[in-house]
């Protein structure tokens, strides 16, 4: 029970993490970058990536019964948008939070 309790912590680290990387380099690097970091896919990628980010750790914080769903949902999208900011030049932190995000909710999912 205590090993699950720490990597739920973990996990809701990693989602809040990722949350607020995808958000602030969307909103800072992105937006004066521009180009392809704003491109319409990419960007609300980024943006998607963050709030499902947050709606996971939410549900593991307040205790959703079915928040592996939401975890194994917000891996998905966590690896779409490290694959898109991979192709990306300058935006190699967001795609490693991203990665490791995703590694953290598949193991809450399964």
Do not use: Q, W
Not at 47 to 64: D, F, K, N, P, Q
Not at 94 to 100: G, P, S
Request: aromatic share 2%.
């Amino acid at each position: 029970m205590i090993a699950e309790a720490n990597e739920m912590e973990r996990c809701i680290d990693s989602c809040l993490t990722c949350y607020r990387t995808c958000v602030k380099t969307a909103m800072h690097h992105c937006l004066e970058a521009g180009g392809e970091h704003v491109e319409p896919h990419h960007f609300r990628l980024m943006m998607g990536c963050s709030e499902i980010c947050r709606t996971a750790a939410h549900s593991m914080l307040v205790g959703v019964e079915n928040h592996k769903v939401i975890c194994g949902a917000c891996a998905a999208i966590c690896d779409d948008c490290a694959a898109s900011c991979e192709g990306i030049e300058g935006m190699a932190d967001c795609a490693r939070v991203c990665r490791e995000c995703a590694e953290s909710c598949v193991k809450m999912a399964s």
